[in-house]
């Protein structure tokens, strides 16, 4: 058994991705070529936005966002220390600060009234209010700016009152969607919850290529412009004409071919996605474990399925039992943002972030694809309950 099986996905539609790299192959344009403006046109269509931008990675697209809205050195980022850490590595890359927030214990995500709590720390200078980075400690005040908010697992974050905390702060917000493609919140699509929204398409999310790849979303002219010229080194009427320093960040078109074919059978396999979400769901309510949750108004597009074990060692006893079966699993994430070294300077410390500290002790994932079958999760489902 596989955690994400791309084969099966790739068998179903192999001809139409050889036809549409055929057309790439024959015509050549192999930077920026039709496909990427056709990928582009069609995403931003399904995501109810006015203009999609596609990029070399996830972790562009959060890089290109941050420049488009002029993020500076001294800013303050809030974001959530539960996350992969390119979410909070591209604060630090353009020199602007993470600021951590804890999760919500139900949905993995930014907890809101904890967001405010950071904010009001910031401009006051003031540690007790909420925990904040070393740099802020001192003298040395740093300017709220921003938050990034990710849509863990595939469920939305509270945008709802993230936004009302940005409005009433003047911060901007991007929503880190790199997991939520073809979630949606209050009946609006993912990518399209925040000034500014970015996907991947690492091959292993709901809408995944064969390498790397990314796009960015947003409603605003100006930001778009800002990111195409970003995208491309800073470029302005011609690739010589250099109008700020951007990055080499472009989609490959090859890439963009394997992404149209692949986004024909998108929300049939969002469909499929909830179907064994749902079964799931049913056929663990009598375990043990804590199972995920959606709350009224949000639809997640079931990127995993993870759940919490009562503690480690009841997660490591269940992974170790699946592992004999060989069937996979997967800790998403095992170390919090603020405990990694890569982050050390910022002097946070063990216990500042406990629901964040507590899930990465007991959370794992399960099997979880559009081509699970009904036996695959019941065999799964019957060892764990087993144990």
Known sequence: MKFIDLAIQQKRIRPQIETR?????????????????????RLAIYCDVKHALACGSGTDALLLSLLAHDIHPGDAVFTTPFTFIATAEVIQLIGAVPVFVDIEPD??????????LAVIAIKKTDASIYPLPKANQGNVELKPRAIIAV?????????????????????????????SFGARYGG????????????????????????DGGMCFTNSATIAEKIQSLRVHGKGANKYDNIRIGINGRLDTLQAAILLAKFDVFEDEVRLRRQIADRYTQLLAESDLVLPKE???????????????????RRRKIRDRLNEAAIPTAIYYSIPLH?????????????????????????????????????????????????
Not at 107 to 116: A, F, V
Not at 190 to 207: H, I, M, N, V, Y
Request: proline share 7%; hydrophobic share 40%.
């Open 21 to 41: 790299i055929n057309r790439v192959l024959d015509h050549g344009q192999y930077i920026m070529g039709p496909e990427v403006t056709d990928l582009e046109k």
């Open 107 to 116: 949905t993995y995500n930014i907890s809101p009234s904890k967001l405010e």
């Open 151 to 179: 849509d863990l697992f595939g469920l939305p974050a509270d945008y709802g009152r993230i936004n009302a905390i940005a409005n009433k702060h003047g911060l901007v917000v991007i929503e880190d969607a790199a997991q």
């Open 188 to 211: 609006k699509p993912a990518c399209g919850l925040a000034d500014t929204a970015c996907t991947s398409f690492f091959p292993a999310k709901p809408l995944g290529g064969y390498g």
């Open 295 to 313: 709350p009224k108004g949000l639809e997640s597009i079931w990127a995993q399925y993870s759940v919490l074990a009562e503690d480690q060692g």
């Open 339 to 387: 405990l990694q070294r890569a982050f050390a300077g910022l002097g946070y410390k063990e216990s500042l972030f406990p629901v964040s500290e507590d899930c990465s002790k007991r959370i794992f994932s399960l099997p979880m694809h559009p081509y699970l079958t009904i036996a695959q999760q019941e065999t799964i489902v019957k060892m764990i309950i087993d144990i």
